[in-house]
């Protein structure tokens, strides 16, 4: 029953999820609050939980995070988090940390959500790989072919200096001014 349950809950969109990870210290990260408002409960009640069973979140799985690393990281994704501040710094949590989320919030909601936010992570995951392989192999590119580019390499470069100077400015100027 509690699948059917779980099948008929509104889905959250991938993008309003992928909106909540941050990258912070080369790791992925949700904020407490973006995890409650996904799980439409209170940033308290998920923090309470959470404390309640604090044996399941180690340092790895959720870390809280000082003012100037908040700030940094609301500075990074370019939004408000609502008026006047925050009470207390957010606590942060790992991919595993959302993971382990799961056995501590029983509702279908959080249960759903939190499948949702799991794939969201390995989607993120496999994008990072696929880009580094590719940035790897357009650097061995570079070094393979740079003589034969070179040519293409100047001619870019040329065109992209001539458009840096300041070109003459068109139009009527009255006399006297």
Not at 1 to 24: A, D, S
Not at 42 to 56: I, P, S
Not at 134 to 145: C, H, N, P, S
Request: glycine letters at 6%; aromatic letters at 10%; hydrophobic letters at 40%.
């Amino acid at each position: 029953m509690t699948k059917k349950i779980t099948k008929n809950l509104v889905t959250v969109p991938n993008e309003r999820i992928e909106k909540r990870i941050f990258f912070f210290c080369c790791e992925k990260v949700m904020l407490d609050s973006d995890l409650a408002e996904l799980y439409e409960v209170l940033t308290g009640n998920l923090n309470k939980a959470v404390k309640r069973n604090k044996e399941r979140f180690p340092a790895d799985f959720m870390f809280q995070l000082n003012k100037e690393e908040f700030d940094g990281l609301m500075f990074q994704s370019g939004i408000s988090k609502g008026r006047g501040g925050v009470r207390k710094l957010p606590y942060a949590f790992t991919e595993s940390g959302v993971a382990m989320l799961s056995s501590v919030l029983k509702s279908e909601r959080a249960i759903a959500v939190n499948i949702q936010i799991v794939r969201a992570f390995i989607q993120l995951r496999k994008m990072l790989s696929t880009h580094e392989s590719l940035r790897k192999k357009i650097e061995a590119m570079e070094r393979k072919y740079d003589k034969q580019f070179k040519a293409v390499f100047d001619v870019l470069r040329q065109l992209l200096k001539e458009e840096a100077e300041p070109k003459r400015k068109i139009g009527f100027v009255a006399k006297g001014k």
